[in-house]
């Protein structure tokens, strides 16, 4: 039974609110570049509503309201992505924009924007040049510079559009990292290692490439692509990410219900995707009108248009679908000529390629960038005579991360939706698509390589025996259309159909089941949902992974007094990862931190140990529900022992954290939400305090739908960045959550506002149609043309 929130709770506040007020704030301003009058109109929730008289206007308003908005954030994002951080911040970041400098589009444009729907690259020019009009109008001291730039004593650039698309390292690949840690394990501790610390979908064994040693792999061969696609290193703040595990660090949920098992008999699709809890949030909300153009939904706030969302023809949502779409190659380089490397019996040389990287307060620095056939030299070994480069689909034109939605502005039916999917390149997503003809369907996308002799989860000799034999053909992927249960949900499971070919394997790496097989069950209890129930859905903390485990422990019985009180407490619990609840606090503490830990010192060699990831709850689960041999010649006693340890290391650290008494102990008081600014050690106490996020306790977990991973520490540090559920056909019933605001101004009301609804399950309207935006406005921005 699907357990109803008070959904609209927070709406009918506000509008209670909103009728007592005296009408929006109303602000005139001239703009540069702009071609004719238009109008933002920004709403309770601080989603802007932006109406323009052509498509050019449209955009450029888009580039320029995320710009008021979010300034230092995209500001931030376009410099790191194209290596410029050192002119802003000084010579600590010279490494970083090295490193991001390697992995640049450096294709033919022309062939880069063919890739992108029509029109897209005039749509990015007029993008960049809204971006422009508002840096210029700051520049000059009309517009106020945020905080930040202050605080950091730098400005914001100008852009180009080619910036955008030709950063790569913002998208979500996989699987290099992996396959460094998978070999350098497997070195220590054999492929039992392998298997007792990641489960793989479908089962399967990796193999160790011919011509490989995983022992000759180096510790540091991941630090450059480490640097390139990681946070700017302000303090340790923006570390948050690091400290999860490797398979909840891309986890998402959606769904997809025909009006056949709807309470209106029209269609309804839900999207959450997931990633790192940062402020200000990952993504932005935004409302766009033009003659021919209608978009509303969230997008990566740096790229024009939306991700998803709905265009008044259709909705359409994403997830991350986990396809490998990397290789890292291991080449043997000329004894005292390191830039050759040994491919199909010769000396091939590499394309270096040498860059000038400005340094604020310092003088310019020279880098030599290297490129094999594969990919970028992300590291060299001189005493070993080896180099590693990485490829990637990045290098790969049409591949800018997100950049093929641009299909889907205008999107109107399955066929154009199936269009769009053809041309997507990163990252590997699943698709879905709900039209208001009731059609429902699903595909996976993105670019696929064809890898003829080996499966992908290790690196491979790059001497020319390991080549991609190009992509599988986007139609070749698995889809769905209207299917016969009527309804579709991913949620980075390996969901492909029992019919596809068993060998084309497009990846291993996908999540656990947990969050698909309970929105199955949420599915099967209730014959027709409503938009209310698939809200509710996606605030659903019920664990079946905590299920897993309680069914490990019908035979374990307590061994002292208050061993015997926490199985009482888990086993008269009913599974819910509630934050006041003290056997989720016992459950998901054991899960997150102690249950891997455990199984890896009894069934991982000792030398492999340092190298064992964080081992998932899926992973470990699965090692002792099957007995597996790695738990040895009597894998009974070893779960048991598994078990009790890890058990007894639960009890401890919440005793420490929480107090003796354990009927007081709660999930929120461990699992807590904080957000912090990536640059904290720059502030003040004060500062900081204006600027931070909670703490907050926090439900959920990271296998259940309302996701809400915890870190190292267990507070709560991955879950959905935005929340939205759209009624298609019915655009104004539709709602969203953007976590934590719309605002990265620590001033504005927005800055948090969604926080308490993204605990509690209060969403905000995502009103379509203009009479509806006009009784909600709160700011309304008059725009004409300026000089």
């Known amino acids: 039974m699907i357990r109803r929130l008070r959904v609209f709770a927070a709406l009918a506040v506000s509008l209670s609110a909103i009728a007592a007020h005296a009408g929006p704030a109303t602000e005139t301003a001239k703009v540069r570049g702009l071609k004719a009058p238009a109008e933002i109109i920004v709403d309770r929730w601080g989603l802007a509503h932006i109406y323009a008289a052509n498509t050019h206007d449209a955009y450029f308003l888009q580039g320029y309201n995320v710009a008021r908005d979010r300034l230092w954030q995209i500001d931030l994002w376009r410099k790191r992505g194209l290596g410029l951080l050192s002119e802003s911040f000084g010579e600590t970041h010279v490494e970083q924009d090295r490193a991001a400098r390697l992995f640049l589009y450096r294709g033919d444009m022309a062939s880069e924007w063919r890739r992108y729907g029509p029109g897209a690259q005039d749509n990015y020019e007029a993008f960049v040049a809204g971006i422009n009009a508002y840096v210029d109008a700051v520049r000059a ?29 913002h998208a979500l690949v996989m699987n290099a990292r992996s396959e460094i840690q998978r070999a350098r394990l497997i070195c220590k501790g054999g492929l039992d290692a392998a298997r007792a610390t990641q489960r ?81 949030s990952l993504r932005y909300v935004v409302h766009i009108e033009a003659p021919g153009l209608s978009l509303i939904g969230a997008g ?20 991350i679908f ?57 590291h060299r070994s001189a005493k070993d005579n080896r180099a590693y480069a990485v490829r990637s689909v990045w290098s790969e034109p049409g591949t800018s991360a997100y950049a093929a939605a641009s299909w889907l502005a205008n999107a109107a039916s399955w066929e154009d939706f199936r269009t769009a999917a053809d041309h997507w390149g990163t990252p590997p997503l699943n698709l879905i698509w709900a039209g208001p003809d009731g059609a429902i369907g699903w595909t996976a996308a993105g670019l696929a390589p064809v890898r003829p002799n080996w499966d992908g989860l290790m690196p491979v000799p790059g001497d020319g025996r390991y080549e991609w034999n190009g992509f599988h053909a986007p139609r070749s992927l698995p889809s769905v259309k209207d299917p016969a249960e009527g309804w579709i949900a991913t949620a980075n499971e390996r969901n492909v159909p029992k019919d596809y070919p068993a060998d084309v394997p497009l990846g291993y790496e996908f999540a656990d089941r947990s969050r698909y097989e309970r929105l199955a069950q949420l599915f099967s209890g209730k014959d027709r949902v409503s938009a209310a129930d698939a809200a509710a859905m996606q605030m659903d903390i019920h664990d079946l992974s905590a299920q897993r485990l309680l069914a490990l422990l019908k035979d374990v019985k307590g061994w002292d007094a208050e061993s015997t009180q926490a199985l009482g407490l888990l086993r008269n619990w009913n599974g819910d990862m509630r934050a006041d609840s003290a056997a989720a606090a016992i459950a998901g503490t054991w899960l997150a931190s102690h249950l891997g830990a455990a199984l890896v010192a009894h069934a991982v060699a000792p030398d492999a140990q340092p190298l064992a990831p964080r081992v998932a709850a899926d992973a470990a689960l699965r090692i002792l529900e099957t007995r597996d041999a790695v738990l040895g010649p009597d894998a009974a006693a070893t779960t048991q022992t598994v078990l009790r340890e890890s058990f007894t290391a639960t009890l401890g650290e919440l005793r420490r954290r929480l107090g003796p008494n354990m009927e007081s102990w709660t999930w929120g008081g461990v699992h807590t939400l904080e957000l912090k600014p990536p640059f904290g050690t720059r502030l003040g106490a004060d500062e900081l305090r204006a600027m931070t996020i909670g703490p907050r306790p926090a439900g959920g977990s990271a296998t259940t739908i309302a996701m809400a991973a915890p870190g190292k520490d267990l507070a709560a540090v991955h879950g959905p960045s935005v929340r939205i559920v759209m009624d298609v056909g019915d655009w104004d019933k539709s709602v969203f959550m953007n976590m934590p605001g719309q605002s990265a101004d620590a001033s504005s009301s927005h800055y948090g506002d969604f926080v308490p609804g993204w605990l509690a399950g209060e969403f905000a309207p995502m009103t379509y149609t203009r009479p509806a935006i006009e009784k909600v406005a709160e700011h309304v921005i008059s725009l004409t043309p300026g000089r």
């Open 300 to 319: 990566e706030p740096g790229v024009p248009g939306i991700s998803f969302g709905h265009n008044g023809k259709g909705a359409f949502g994403l997830t």
């Open 141 to 169: 001291g009309t517009k106020p510079l945020p905080r930040e730039f202050a605080i950091t004593d730098s400005k914001p650039a100008r852009w180009r559009a080619e910036d955008v698309v030709r950063i790569r390292t």
């Open 200 to 280: 793989l979908y479908p089962d399967h064994t990796p193999q160790v490439p011919e011509g490989l040693d995983p022992c000759t792999i180096d510790a540091n061969v991941m630090d450059d692509y480490a640097l390139a696609t990681g946070p700017v290193n302000f303090d340790a703040l923006a570390k948050v990410a690091e400290s999860l595990p490797d398979d909840v660090k891309d986890g998402s949920n959606n769904w997809v219900v025909a009006g056949s098992r709807t309470t209106t008999g029209r269609p309804i699709l839900a999207n959450d995707p997931h990633r790192a809890l940062t402020v200000p």
């Open 322 to 378: 986990s396809t490998d779409q990397e290789d890292v190659y291991v080449y043997e380089t000329q004894s005292g000529n390191a830039d050759r490397y040994r491919y199909r019996g010769r000396w091939e040389k590499m394309r270096m390629v040498r860059e000038t990287i400005p340094v604020k307060g310092g003088k310019p620095v020279a880098v030599d960038l290297a490129f094999t056939r594969h990919g970028p030299v992300i």
